[in-house]
């Protein structure tokens, strides 16, 4: 295997150190916590439908909470935790818009047509109409439904916004990432325009607010005004901790002693993000909804390492299909929970919270056909095995393919260029171009040299297309079993096959110039009519000959940035 490291800090030293070696099952990283006695007794049978709080995190590495071992304070997530079940087996996407049409439509990707990149601002694109939602189905069980926080799920039709696909109230952003004070957002040069909507109109007048504070003063709005006798669903859908990377200061005054200054703005957008779940948590108990309430916590993909996150001892980044990319943190606690305090090993996806939280509420699944998600609260709650046995990462036919892939390499079924992942059993399988593959440790160990660039690199991958891994003996995926294994890879590649064959064509459009916010007020939102179709002409050149003076964009620049710095990244492997 050959070793390239960037500062001189080799894979061979970690390994000497522990770090890659961490038991998996280690306390300071995924500790039980001892159970009382008198809190053994089961909780008393449903009584009513529950309250369901669904909280979602943005860009929050694996190792970014307090009891994955992390220098970052989460007293309240690892409270929650602790009093709950972790789920050390669970799974997301690896970037944001995937992710959450997962989580609201219980189907992979490739059952939607997003298999591909995120939703982006000026497309002419939406998660699609047909598909009957997570709030939908709530709705009809007779939940009061409300979401908080970023949409990110398209916008260009007023069908497509929040209010029309199940939620009776909305506030939050419609973008991928917006300023935390101001709320605007640029999607290229001078393609800015602001982003915080309440309902179908924009919100002009909460321009100054921290948004982490901001959503939780929402939630507990909400509460207030609602009944705890009628059920209620809440999906809070934080900024936090996504890029641009800002705090109040007397949360970075906390991290002070971190050198690393990314890594010190993140660690206070974490904290931060900790004390406004305090906040909601506290307003449950205040307004009279906690006794039958149920908390989901969950992240949205991995974190990403060039804007202060971590997903140590994983390999891999935000954007790619390694375990970095795709294992998250997750965990639910509530007291309707039948065995408490606990670590479940329990396979989860995201698909599969639509139909556990529909089954919770009471809700008719029968008329939902295709579903890829499974009902796991007997998992969760009693510890029972999960109905789950694989999970598709994904299958993403116009992902640039990998120059070293081909049918042959696929036993003449698969064509290993392609970009998809796999995982069934104690098996995953990647082909194509997974994605940048290295381990990055944590910023701050104390005999960390200079910035917080250096990394340890593996280029032992630079000419290969398929990978294989043992998952549960190798969670970090350091020993790759394709070769060894040939009969493992064609049983997982057939898989791929199958799904493929249920994949509906990619739905991404070319970017439309209508949805510049000039055109809109000032605003990013709507801007086709109920009887425009989904495909227009135009490109995706900025608009040209206009008198507006054009906004600086600083997070443009900084996407600039990483773009060059990743470039000369790349163009160091051997």
């Known amino acids: 295997m050959a070793v390239y490291a960037l500062t001189g800090f ?46 979602l995190t943005d860009d929050q590495g694996y190792h970014d909470i307090g009891y994955h071992g992390s220098d970052i304070q989460t007293p309240t997530l690892d409270r929650l935790a602790a009093e709950g079940v972790k789920l050390e087996n669970y799974y997301i996407q690896p970037i944001c818009t995937p992710s959450r049409s997962q989580l609201i439509t219980g189907r992979y990707q490739i059952h939607t047509g997003l298999q591909h990149s ?21 709705q009809e069980a007779g939940y009061s439904t409300h979401m908080v926080g970023k949409w990110h799920l398209g916008f260009y039709k007023k069908e497509c916004l929040p209010t029309r696909r199940g939620f009776d109230t909305f506030l939050g952003s419609l973008t991928g990432n917006v300023d935390y004070y101001t709320y605007d957002n640029c999607d290229g040069p001078g393609v800015c325009g602001y982003d915080l909507h309440e309902g179908e109109d924009v919100a002009w007048d909460q321009s100054g607010k921290y948004s982490t504070f901001l959503y939780a003063q929402r939630v507990s709005k909400i509460l207030a005004s609602h009944s705890p006798k009628e059920p209620i669903f809440i999906y809070v859908a934080f900024q936090a901790v996504h890029t641009p990377l800002q705090s109040p200061k007397e949360y970075i005054y906390r991290y002070r002693s971190m050198g690393n200054v990314a890594r010190r703005k993140y660690a206070a957008m974490v904290t931060c993000m900790d004390e406004a779940v305090k ?43 390694w375990e970095g990319g795709v294992r998250g ?42 579903l890829d998600g499974y009902d796991v609260w007997p998992a969760i709650s009693e510890g029972k095995e999960s109905p789950r046995t694989e999970i598709l990462h994904n299958i993403d036919p116009l992902y640039n393919h990998a120059k ?7 036993f003449g079924i698969w064509n290993t260029a392609v970009q998809a992942s796999i995982r069934v059993g104690e098996w995953k399988l990647l082909t194509g171009d997974p994605g940048y593959s290295d381990w990055i440790p944590p910023q701050t160990l ?14 032992d991958g630079l000419r290969k297309s398929v990978w294989l891994f043992n998952i549960t003996a190798d969670p970090y995926e350091r020993y790759d079993l394709s070769e060894q294994r040939p009969d493992v890879v064609r049983t997982l590649l057939m898989r791929l096959v199958h799904y493929n064959r249920t994949a509906i064509p990619v739905r991404y459009p070319a970017e439309n110039p209508r ?9 990013w939102g709507p801007w086709a009519s109920e009887d425009d179709g989904e495909e227009w002409e135009g490109g995706r050149e900025p608009l040209k000959g206009r008198n507006k003076k054009k906004k600086k964009c600083k997070i443009c620049k900084l996407r600039s940035f990483f773009r060059k710095l990743n470039t000369r990244l790349m163009s160091n492997r051997i």
């Open 515 to 523: 949805a510049h916010p000039d055109f809109n007020g000032g605003a």
């Open 118 to 138: 995120i939703i982006r601002p000026r497309q002419p694109n939406c998660l699609p109409l047909n598909q009957v939602t997570l709030p939908q189905k709530l």
């Open 279 to 321: 906040n909601i948590t506290w307003a449950l108990k205040k307004y009279g909804y906690y006794d039958n309430s149920v908390i989901v916590f969950s992240t949205d993909n991995g974190g990403q390492t060039f804007s202060g996150g971590s997903n140590w001892p994983l390999r891999g980044r935000k954007g790619t299909y």
């Open 446 to 459: 104390t005999n960390f040299p200079g910035s917080w660039w250096n990394l340890e690199r593996l280029t």
């Open 10 to 55: 080799s894979l061979v030293s970690l390994l000497s150190f522990g770090y890659l070696s961490w038991d998996w099952m280690k306390p300071s990283l995924v500790a039980d916590v001892a159970t009382d006695p008198m809190e053994k007794s089961l909780p008393p049978t449903f009584s009513r439908p529950p309250h369901i709080i669904f909280i």
């Open 329 to 370: 943190i997750g965990f639910v606690h509530s007291p309707l929970i039948k065995r408490k305090r606990r670590t479940s090993w329990a396979l989860v996806h995201i698909t599969d919270w639509y139909p556990t939280l529909v089954s919770l509420a009471r809700g008719n699944l029968s008329n939902v056909q295709g």
């Open 404 to 410: 070293y892939g081909s049918l042959e390499d696929g």
